[in-house]
């Protein structure tokens, strides 16, 4: 059927392409047909965490997930399409682990089985291993067509809406891409707003402030999909599954560790928990213990019980066991402060150079990388690159490799490596930095940032007096804010998402200045329609809340808002002062158990 859908759809277009008739036949023979058939099959039987080796039916080990969007949670329908009902533009936002790439994979065979719609999965962090921009790569790389010569059949291809894209990892794309790229997503959206679309990211990398794009959240796993989703992985691990299901069912209910329960409501999580159950049965008291039990078992203990009569791989450059971590750890720092989540042999080779020499080992590379993915199985290959079995390991390694440095060693890395070169999406990195890590993270990282951000809205403005109205004008400075007002209602808010933002959400702490800007919108005497005169695109009735723009900034003063915001102000403050209250309590601990020693 589904190809059915697409010859069809050949069909229309040639009645009328015209002189672009060949161009039609090979960008849909051979490009579009080719390409949706590739994503079929790789994603009817997948690769996963627990089974890197071998491919397993998706349907087999998906578990069906639930999404919040504001306070309502649904499930996934039946159909997929009918997610778009309401917005032809969806976000899917989850923390590392939550389910959305899988997610994501089942609305593309949901589509494939039961929609007239066309769907194309794009990975964005492999546009980012290009010079093109987004349009160019999906109308080479799907549709085999050069776009600067062939613009007018991509557009007739896109004009009448009979595809669903598919945006894969908004978070992965290079911080000093994320604009851009931003840029041409909402772009495209825009120009073929026809079609569907949906797109999955981590919070915080600034996909929920995308134009027109409707942000649902991946929800926990409930005890239901818990249960289900440790039969169906157990079931291929081991001969014995539904027994070694019912014991790691009843050690996780049977624990009193409530957070280390919330911690398995997470799929990766989980997905640990099942590999390492065997081993260590025990629920770890941190989250790191996850990725540390993981590691051990995959060096140690993995291989050989999954191999007839308990064949352990060779590990060819025989090091020992802290030299593999050291190097996994120092290989993941770099890499991902790079935004570097996917490795080809060129850029191993490079970094394996470099590391034999930070670390004095020896080996030859072609061994390591035998090791690390074949021996190990800590990087796996997809294609001709590898990466991590999930991001999240590589976040581990490069966490704990800062944790274990000198202390000002760690100072140097939070107060300007992470503060300047990255970006804002690493809820997951942070909260294992602060696991590992409390005292400097919350001291260096977050509480200097805070700070920083708290004197840069104290700033006075000169003619400006009354406090409240400077705080809010150098918040809008630091955090551009663009609504767009449709039918005299609000369509959408939108901001930068920079690092601040991304550490009071990180907090969860109860400021938030973008929620109050939001309820002052909702609830202010200022009409929409007072605002929309100052629209700076009339088109789309966008408005800026531009400092720059007197009249806007006249209505804004003249209004709650900076007494609004003002309130928040007071709440950062005094959460700055509680925040160094308790670091400085842990210090004094920390000096007295020194002394006691």
Request: some cysteine; overall charge neutral.
């Amino acid at each position: 059927m589904f190809f059915e859908i697409i010859n069809s759809f050949k069909e229309e277009l040639l009645k009328t392409a015209g002189i672009q008739h060949k161009e039609v036949i090979v960008s849909i023979d051979e490009g579009l047909q080719q390409y949706t058939d590739n994503w079929f099959h790789k994603i009817s039987n997948v690769k996963t965490f627990l089974f890197n080796e071998n491919p397993v039916r998706f349907e087999d080990v998906y578990v069906p997930l639930s999404l919040r969007y504001e306070k309502k949670t649904i499930e996934i329908p039946d159909n997929v399409e009918l997610l778009f009902k309401i917005n032809n533009f969806i976000t899917i936002v989850g923390h590392a682990g939550s389910g959305k790439t899988m997610l994501m994979k089942h609305c593309f065979l949901n589509i494939v089985q039961k929609s007239n719609y066309i769907p194309v999965i794009i990975e964005l962090r492999r546009i980012d291993n290009t010079s093109m921009k987004l349009a160019e790569y999906i109308s080479s790389s799907v549709f085999k067509l050069n776009l600067v010569r062939s613009e007018s059949v991509f557009n007739k291809l896109l004009s009448d809406g009979r595809f669903i894209f598919f945006f894969d990892g908004f978070d992965e794309i290079a911080i000093n891409k994320k604009e851009t790229r931003s840029s041409e997503i909402e772009e495209f959206a825009d120009r073929y707003n026809k079609n569907l679309f949906m797109l999955t990211s981590r919070p915080g990398a600034g996909a929920e402030s995308l134009s027109r794009f409707r942000t649902y959240h991946v929800c926990e796993m409930n005890e239901k999909q818990i249960r289900m989703f440790v039969e169906k992985q157990a079931r291929y691990m081991d001969e014995d599954g539904e027994q070694i299901a019912k014991k790691i069912i009843s050690t996780i209910y049977g624990s009193r560790n409530t957070t280390i329960k919330e911690y398995l409501s997470n799929p990766l999580l989980l997905s640990m928990f099942i590999l390492t159950f065997k081993y260590t049965p025990e629920l770890p008291s941190k989250r790191s213990g996850f990725y540390f039990n993981v590691f051990d078992t995959l060096y140690c203990k993995h291989d050989s019980t999954s191999k007839t009569g308990g064949y352990l791989h060779e590990k060819k450059c025989k090091m020992e066991r802290e030299q593999y971590l050291a190097l996994l750890q120092t290989f993941s720092y770099d890499s991902y402060l790079s935004s570097k989540y996917e490795f080809d042999s060129l850029y191993i080779n490079e970094e394996f150079e470099k590391l034999k020499k930070k670390l004095a080992l020896k080996f030859q590379n072609d061994s390591m990388l035998y090791d690390l993915s074949v021996s190990i199985g800590i990087l796996v290959l997809d294609g001709l690159t590898y990466n991590f079995p999930h991001r999240s390991m590589q976040e581990y390694f490069a966490a704990s490799l800062i944790s274990k440095s000198e202390e000002n060693s760690r100072k140097l890395v939070y107060t300007q490596i992470l503060t300047k070169k990255y970006g804002f999406d690493g809820f997951n990195f942070w909260s294992l930095c602060e696991e590992m890590d409390e005292f400097c993270f919350l001291n260096f990282f977050i509480l200097d940032n805070l700070k920083s951000f708290n004197a840069k809205l104290l700033q006075p403005i000169e003619g400006m007096e009354e406090t409240p109205k400077a705080v809010l004008c150098n918040y809008l400075n630091i955090i551009p804010i663009q609504i767009r007002i449709g039918n005299g209602k609000l369509r959408y808010i939108r901001h930068s998402a920079n690092l601040y933002t991304s550490i009071l959400r990180y907090l969860h702490r109860g400021v938030n200045f973008i929620d109050v800007i939001i309820d002052w919108i909702f609830s202010s005497r200022i009409s929409l329609s007072e605002l929309q005169k100052y629209a700076s695109d009339t088109k789309e009735s966008i408005v800026s809340l531009d400092v720059d723009n007197k009249e806007v900034m006249a209505l804004l003063y003249n209004s709650t808002l900076p007494d609004m915001i003002y309130i928040q102000f007071e709440k950062l403050t005094d959460l700055i002062k509680d925040l160094e209250s308790e670091l400085n309590s842990k210090r004094r601990h920390e000096i007295d158990l020194l002394n006691i020693c």
